[in-house]
């Protein structure tokens, strides 16, 4: 067993008590890869932002948890070796079972989620408390969900989308002594959030919800899943090169930042990283078909990504230049 305090890492307590205080979300950003953490750290190094590193259980498995442990590790080192001075959160994201929160926890995982909305309420407050006993013996972060984000990201598959009653948080987040929660008012996983047939016809996040929520919850760290805006930029190119997306909308980035005056302090973004990856792979591959080596399109792929992340940091969560009051 390892503590994260062995591997460099916070855990989210900080973190989200100054982006409360300050009106920023602290970026969730997840990887599976090698570039694709270089390029998180990166970002955020030179925008001087906190950055919580996210791990999905697909993407556990995918990389071996072993391995991740050692990549976050090194990404602290490498943080440090480029002279960045960012407190990084290791994120369980979309956690299942207390038995995956343990396993993460005790392979040096500062923050945990367990994701019980799926399940009974009485049922998603008892393995919640679970997971929270067993976190904050070890000074481990828990955060938690109510209601429903439709959508597809890895394992997590929801057809209808239930948005969190404000009715319940209060009750929720006393009896389960979580840390964060993450609220549905109209966000969702993967590329296809909107069945729109224009930009313009998004509709708006219920901010309603979330200011009822708000209300009921006082100065209490409030997340959203499923947040990734879909540039079309990245669509356009993926379709010019091959690829086969139909109309696929995200959540427009003035929404996010208005969410992050109403008590949201954190924000997960996953897509997007994959649109830019694939984007730039299949148009490197397209434009130099005699090459093959990794490098040279992960690498194109990485900066890329980079920009991005230097871009969402500065002009959406508003959590550029942040780091130095945590």
Known sequence: MVSYKELGLSNTKRMFEVALERKFAVPGYNFSNLEQLQAIIIGCGETNSPVILQNSPDAGE??????????????????????YNIPITLHLDHG?????????????????????????????????????????????????????????????????????????????????????????????????????????????????????????LGKFPIVLHGSSSIPQKYANIINEYGGTLSKTFGIPEAQLRKATQYGVCKINIATDSRMVFTAMIRKYLAEYPDQIGPRKYLGLARQELVEMIKQRNKDTLGSADQAKYI
């Open 62 to 83: 995918y990389a071996n948890r072993v391995m991740v442990r050692y990549l976050v590790e090194g990404a602290v080192a490498m943080a440090k070796d480029l002279g």
């Open 96 to 216: 299942n079972s207390f038995e995956l929160a343990k396993i993460c926890i005790d392979t040096g995982f500062s923050s945990v989620m367990f994701d019980g909305s799926h399940l009974e309420y009485e049922e998603n407050i008892n393995i919640t408390k679970k997971v929270v006993s067993y976190a904050h013996e070890r000074e481990v972060s828990v955060e938690s969900e109510l209601g429903v984000i439709a959508g597809i990201e890895g394992h997590v598959k929801a057809t209808e989308h239930f948005y969190t009653d404000p009715d319940q948080v209060e009750d929720f987040v006393n009896s389960t002594g979580c840390d964060s929660l993450a609220i549905a008012i109209g966000t969702s996983h993967g590329a296809y959030k909107f069945k729109v047939e224009r930009e313009e016809d998004i509709p708006e996040l219920r901010f309603d919800i979330l200011q009822e929520v708000r209300k009921r």
